[in-house]
């Protein structure tokens, strides 16, 4: 069992930057892969991006390459999301999710989920 909590949200204006975070408790966080997914008012839940278990491997959606990063300190149990010039349609709820040997980062689907944490880009 991984209980995930994340923070950092906000409200930030456009060009500027936000760094979420999300916390796990439970056991082996580092044989988790982890993702940072993010659903806006009436659309899907979309994947923003992933990282393994180790760190050496990541992916990130097209929306958001060059301007995301994604990481993790597996001996602070928690994966973070630098995001850089930030735009008005990355505002949504950011969520966390853990899943354990996806095949194929992009195709992580979430074993475990935080409830989310708020973010809003004003123009």
């Known amino acids: 069992q991984v209980q995930l909590v994340e923070s950092g949200g906000g409200l930030v204006q456009t060009g500027g930057s936000l760094r979420l975070s999300c916390a796990a408790s439970?056991?082996?966080?580092?044989?988790?892969?982890m993702a940072w997914f993010r659903q806006a008012p009436g659309k899907e839940r979309e994947s923003v991006a992933a990282?393994?278990?180790?760190?050496?491997?990541?992916y990130y959606a097209d929306s958001v390459k060059g301007r995301f990063t994604i990481s993790r300190d597996n001996a602070k149990n928690t994966v973070y999301l630098q995001m850089n010039s930030l735009k008005p349609e990355d505002t949504a709820v950011y969520y966390c999710?853990?899943?354990?040997?996806?095949?194929?980062?992009?195709?992580?689907?979430?074993?475990?989920w935080g409830r989310g944490t708020q973010v809003t880009v004003s123009s």
């Open positions: 990282i393994n278990w180790n760190g050496e491997n990541t």
């Open positions: 439970g056991r082996f966080f580092s044989s988790y892969a």
């Open positions: 999710a853990a899943e354990l040997l996806p095949k194929l980062l992009q195709l992580i689907k979430g074993d475990y």
